[in-house]
């Protein structure tokens, strides 16, 4: 599972609501693999993502900054966490990731109905 | 009656897929060119979901987006991962995306796939929640007007004739391979709701995984006993010809909406047996090329299916013969199979003292064990069929029968008009920017209207 994945990812659990993003990761097993930098993907990427924490906010231009896009590419689609858990920030409810796939489906009463 | 819904999707979508994943060769499966377009149309830097992805087919079209493959089947779902693709286990009911977040998805072949009205339009909604505004949804489902065959009803039961593959290679030079294995049907030549093969025989993509799948239609048999056939192009011809015209006969399931109309209107029958299955009566379609479609009088539409009443009028000369629905074989009484076997003993060819009976399920809300009749027709299969080698004695299929008896697979057929009716009166939040057909599908192109969240 990349983190791009992951930062479009939201607890369904019933009652949840917004509150349910963003998903706790906890990654056991972390894999980088090489994907071909795409400077106008990655600049493109960036205003969709749901960026709660950011410490220094993309600067202006950041379109424009490599350095900055081949951070983010590598952060975003070169990490793939293969073994950890996705935890609802509400509920506390685990996702698995395994083989890296995650694994979203809710049981019966944690859907609603 | 969503439970009822839940457990005819887990028993024919969810289960069949999990059992035949192992068999699907996406090598086989083309993408359909519409859908290609579509995603080549987004933008590049968009975010787009295939919601019922299957193996993953069209998840690498474009690689100027981000493409994510979600699907309820987590076999499926691995061997897409292992052709490099991001993809994730989960249910089109209950999408983990937050709203808003995604620029556009694909839903090819994978609403039909929902037992219920109510069903199918929460599956549309949920991916509507999850678009942006202005974002796009594609969807295909199995259309109910077909060029080469007629579907008499909407809610249809397809089964996978593994028993047949495996007794046809045990047939040929392959001794010992007795062994049944899963067997995705091969393309019929009235292809069956194949989402996501477009391989010249099936039509259609998808269905998927409400979480919907897609299914891979894979003519190709991955199992051992079917290795000889492969190899050989000719025979593989023939035999899947042979295949398509013997069983050509698809099931079809009482559609849980009706069920739950006559709960309300107090229907009262005498019945006969207690037989429970899937709370659904069974009735054969029949195949285009049977004789039961030339000589046969009664139209089906025309009858009412009640739960014990014969769905089929015995047919004067060839009739078909369909080795009794799979999924009944474990209610059967003694006798009952007794009776089958005395008639498969070489009667496979003929037909003309068989009598139709339909096996009925349970009726929905429970209370009522339907009549129980065994629905058998007796194939009759047509000069370039007719051949003694390759048919197969019903006796010594029986244990194949049972097996196979998990891989029916249950789709809703759309009419014309009926996908497009869903979106207009119950997603508001979806305008259609296009609709129409694409081999043998009904599909609808629709945006995320601005200002609705």
Known sequence: ?113 | MDQEAVQLEKRHVHDVYESTAPYFNDLQSKAWPRVRQFLQEQKPGSLIADIGCGTGKYLKVNSQVYTLGCDYCGPLVEIARSRGCEVMVCDNLHLPFRDQGLDAIISIGVIHHFSTKQRRIRAIKEMARVLVPGGQLMIYVWAMEQKNRHFEKQDVLVPWNRALCSRLFSDSSQPGRKKPCAHPERSHPYPPPCSVCSCSVCFKEQCHSKRSHSMDCEPLMAGTCCAAISKDGEEENGFYNTLGKSFRSWFFSRSLDESTLRKQTERVRPLKNTEGWANNTICIQPSRHSSLDLGHHEPFSTREQYLDEDVFVETSQKQLEWPRAPATMKHLHEDQQGEVRRNGDGNFLEGANASENCVNAGDVEGGHPSASKILRRISALDSTDSNPEETISVEEQQPNILDSRAFMRYYHVFREGELYGLLKEHVAELHVLSSGNDHGNWCIIAEKKDNWD
């Open chain 1, 1 to 113: 599972m990349k983190l791009l994945t992951h930062n479009l990812l939201s607890s369904h659990v019933r009652g949840v609501g917004p509150r349910g993003f963003p998903l706790r990761l906890q990654a056991t097993e972390v894999r980088i693999n090489p994907v071909e930098f795409n400077p106008d993907f990655v600049a493109r990427m960036i205003p969709k993502l749901h960026l709660v924490e950011v410490p220094k906010g993309p600067i202006e231009g950041y379109e424009h900054d490599e350095k900055f896009l081949r951070q983010m590419h590598h952060v975003l689609l070169e990490v793939d966490v293969l073994e950890g858990t996705l935890q609802c920030p509400e509920s506390g409810r685990l996702f698995p990731i395994s083989r890296g796939i995650p694994n979203m489906l809710l049981s019966d009463e944690e859907t609603e109905t």
